[in-house]
């Protein structure tokens, strides 16, 4: 292993309960107790899944320290951290680094976009400002830049850059990625439907929607992997698409939301301009969580 892997299997991008009055913490600990007892591998805090863009800043920090000290060292704790102000995703990265967040998950810039020479300078940025590994977030389909693999292998040299969370949905490219950078950078699938095929090519793992709903089934399809069982995990891969592509039928982190709900984690609540969950895709959903056994 890397010494500077953060952790290998699964990490849930975590949800963020809410209420009108703001963040539900009764919720927030049990939920992070239970993932941590159903055996995730590390957890993600203030990610898209959390709803970092409707966060307030008073919130966000809250979430990371509160996450942090509940956990207590028993995964992994990564601060979602990442803005299209810089200076603010380097603020709020120092202050994660300060209440003991593990790692710090750093999305490419939205709207504003970016150069590739631009995404260079920011992550070096960022990383100056960062005491632990960074990661990554390479999600086109919502910011609107890619980071292509050429980048990557520039940024591969700074030291506290440690992996990647790759979004793209374009495994050709993954693979090229794969192949530059070589054990420099880990690999972690953004899409719980190319979990299986980003493991083939050297990936550490998932960060996780799916996770949310079956922490130690997504856990245990990568560790499968791991022990050399390809069949197993491709079986536990297929076995949730369905689920998986329910919970991507309205952008995330809608129909998670829909599904933690009724699991009875928390209340179905998100801030404008998400919405609740459209009835037809969420009877789609909800069957599905039958099949399954999860409600």
């Not at 591998?41 to 919130?59: F, H, K, P, Q, W």
């Not at 803005?83 to 003991?100: H, K, P, Q």
């Not at 030291?159 to 790759?166: F, L, M, R, S, V």
Request: glycine share 8%; net charge negative.
């Amino acid at each position: 292993m890397k010494t500077n892997t953060i952790f290998e299997g699964a990490a849930t991008a975590l949800v963020t309960p809410l209420t009108k009055e703001g963040i539900d913490y009764t919720a927030f600990g049990k939920l992070i107790d239970w993932q941590i007892d159903s055996g995730i591998d590390a957890l993600v805090i203030c990610g898209t899944t959390g709803e970092s863009s409707t966060l307030t800043d008073e919130e966000h920090r809250e979430a990371i320290r509160f996450a942090v000290e509940r956990a207590n060292k028993r995964v992994p704790i990564i601060a979602g951290t990442g803005s299209n102000d810089t200076d603010y995703a380097m603020d709020l990265t120092r202050y994660s680094c300060e209440v003991g967040a593990d790692a710090m998950l750093v999305v490419t810039p939205y709207y504003n976009k970016a150069t590739q020479k631009g995404l260079v300078r920011m992550y070096e940025a960022i990383a100056q400002a960062s005491s632990k590994p960074i990661i990554l977030y390479n999600v086109p389909s919502r910011t609107g830049v890619n980071i292509e693999p050429s980048t990557y292998l520039t940024l591969a040299d700074i030291p506290n850059i440690a992996a990647i969370k790759e979004a793209n949905g374009n495994l050709s490219k993954i693979v090229e990625t794969a192949a530059l950078v070589g054990d420099k950078l880990d690999i972690y699938s953004g899409n719980d439907d190319q979990i299986v095929p980003i493991l083939s090519v050297g990936g550490k793992g998932v960060i996780s929607v799916l996770s949310n709903l079956v922490p130690r089934e997504t856990s245990e399809l990568c560790h499968t992997f791991f022990k050399g069982d390809i069949r197993g995990s491709m079986q536990l891969q297929a076995k949730y698409l369905t689920l998986i592509n329910a919970l991507f039928s309205e952008v995330n982190p809608i129909p998670v939301k829909a599904a933690m709900n009724a699991m009875g984690f928390c209340e179905d609540y998100l801030r404008l301009p998400l919405t609740p969950m459209e009835d037809a895709h969420r009877a789609v959903l909800l069957d599905c969580m039958k099949q399954h056994g999860l409600i």
